[in-house]
Each structure stands twice: as structure tokens, then as C-alpha cells.
């Protein structure tokens, strides 16, 4: 998969996805999916232009995880936008006059509430008018509906990761929410009590999840391995920043440095301070129980 930045010249004949795709939920799926047929219909690539940057801490997932996630759907090339005062200054006339000189466009697929442009001032209707200068067509898909009715977004999502709720968020997500982070060096509490974890620092961009202790799996070297992953503040070592510490089930090895992906499955239980390490190491048993359910 190939990436480029807003504006650079590429000649071969594409098929475009527009929005900002932070989540790359059921509904996006849903976009790029009609968009991977049309391309495959055509006989062309299939693009992907993608907002990145602006959010600082609101991004289900960052920028480096969502081009996993569009490589995995099928797209041919990522072009990405960076959100900065300059680029938010621009017309949507402008926009389009950059993206359609820019890729070879034969047909164009966006959400039906995409805006784009100074103010948000640019819509599906605009970008419709647009096209047709150039000879191309756009393609407006309605909202994906969840099971009560409601439209999937991104803040369903982030509401139901705010409140610890993994299996209703992987449902809007059509898959498991995770964190690719690299491994750094922690406090190496959890080897002096006999439950070595790793530790990853998360992104700034990164939303925060509801701090807790969760049931995940990580992928080392092609084998699945069962997990626990606190995400908090350590209370009983009173520690001050949140961490994500794992601990991976049947698991020896150093992974200091390397870029881990750990998948969330579950929610387990609130974190809590205990009044001494031995009190944690019963606890620790205890979610342990968990990977064997």
C-alpha cells in the first residue's frame, strides 16, 4: 500500500473514499467496501483520502493503526491530509480543484455527512458539482445503523470505550478495538511478583479507554497469545501516569523496542489500590482465571 500526501501527483486511473476515518468502524467498512467494488469494476486502484492530525486525544485509533486497518480492507494507496491552520483554511472549491488535478478520479464515494473545506462549508451536494467538471462520479452512502437504530460513529464508539463497555465498541467496530504501541521499560514490578508485563506508553493522540483491567490477546511471531491488560495509574505502587501493562499468558521472551498490538475482548474489573502486594498477587490470580474461561 502506498502513501502520499495531499496534493501529490499520482497518475493512474482511482477510485476515491473521502472522510476522516479515525475509527474505521462498521459504517466505514461499509463505505470503502462499495468503493473496493466499483474500483474492481472499473479496472482501477482504490484510494483512500484520510484526515490525520488536529485531534489531539480523540482518535480511536492513530493515524499509524488506521493504515493497518485500510491495508487489511484492500486499498491500493492512502493519501493523507494533515489538519493544520493552513490546510483548514482552504476553500472547498479549492479542495477539489487540488484533488481532482491531482489523482486521475473516475469515481469518488463519501458518507453522507461529509464535509470538507473552509468551515466545514463543502458537502456531498458541492462535491457532486464539483465532479461533474471533471467527469467523474460520487457515490453517497447512507448511515450504518447498530441494532437499536442508532447511526455508527465515532462517538458511539468512544462512548462505549469511555465506559469500559470493549464488546459493545468491537461491535460497532466489526472487529477487536486495540493499541499498537512499543514496548518500553517499566518499573518491573510485575516480574518481582512473578507476573512479568509488558509496558507501552500511549499515543497523545490516542482516546483514552476507561481505565481498568481488560481480557486481550496479543499476536508475537504469527502464534495468538492470551492476555490481561491493566490500563491505569497503578494505585497500589502509587503510581502517578497511566500505563498499559500486559500480561501474556505463556509467554518468555524480551520485546523491549518492538511494536506490539494488544486486542481488547473484555472488560474485567474496576482498578482498585490494595493494602499490600501479596493482596494484589491473589487478585492477579484471580483475573489470570479469566484467559482459561
Do not use: W
Not at 479496472?43 to 488506521?66: H, I, P, Y
Not at 490481561?228 to 499468558?249: A, D, L, M, S, W
Amino acid at each position: 500500500m502506498e502513501i502520499f500526501e495531499f496534493g501529490y501527483k499520482f497518475n493512474s486511473d482511482c477510485v476515491l473514499c473521502l472522510g476522516y476515518f479515525d475509527a474505521i468502524h462498521k459504517g466505514h467498512k461499509a463505505l470503502i467496501n462499495s468503493a473496493k467494488t466499483k474500483a474492481q469494476e472499473l479496472g482501477v486502484k482504490l484510494g483512500v483520502v484520510a484526515f490525520c492530525g488536529g485531534k489531539n486525544g480523540q482518535d480511536v485509533f492513530t493515524f499509524s493503526e488506521r493504515l493497518t486497518l485500510l491495508k487489511m480492507l484492500g486499498v491500493d494507496f492512502v493519501v493523507y491530509a494533515s489538519l493544520t491552520p493552513e490546510f483548514m483554511a482552504i476553500s472547498h472549491q479549492k479542495f477539489t480543484e487540488i484533488l481532482f488535478n491531482s489523482y486521475n478520479v473516475k469515481a469518488v464515494f463519501c458518507g453522507f455527512d461529509f464535509t470538507y473545506g473552509y468551515k466545514a462549508q463543502g458537502n456531498s451536494i458541492t462535491l457532486k458539482d464539483s465532479a461533474k467538471k471533471y467527469g467523474a462520479n460520487v457515490y453517497v452512502l447512507d448511515k450504518v445503523l447498530n441494532e437499536n437504530g442508532q447511526k455508527i460513529s465515532t462517538s458511539l464508539i468512544k462512548n462505549e470505550l469511555k465506559n469500559g463497555n470493549i464488546k459493545g465498541a468491537n461491535e460497532l467496530l466489526d472487529g477487536n478495538y486495540f493499541i499498537t504501541e512499543k514496548v518500553v521499560e517499566g518499573k518491573k514490578l510485575g516480574k518481582t511478583l512473578n507476573f512479568p508485563t509488558i509496558n507501552m506508553r500511549l499515543s497523545e493522540q490516542k482516546f483514552l479507554i476507561k481505565e481498568g483491567v481488560y481480557l486481550t490477546f496479543v499476536i508475537i511471531d504469527n502464534k495468538l497469545y492470551s492476555s490481561i491488560t491493566n490500563v491505569g495509574k497503578q494505585p497500589t505502587f502509587n503510581g502517578n501516569n497511566c500505563v498499559i501493562e500486559t500480561y501474556i499468558n505463556d509467554f518468555d521472551g524480551n520485546l523491549y523496542g518492538k511494536y506490539i498490538t494488544v486486542y481488547f475482548v473484555e472488560f474485567i474489573r474496576e482498578i482498585k489500590a490494595f493494602n499490600s502486594q501479596s493482596e494484589l498477587v491473589e487478585q492477579l490470580k484471580k483475573d489470570k482465571e479469566f484467559i482459561n474461561d
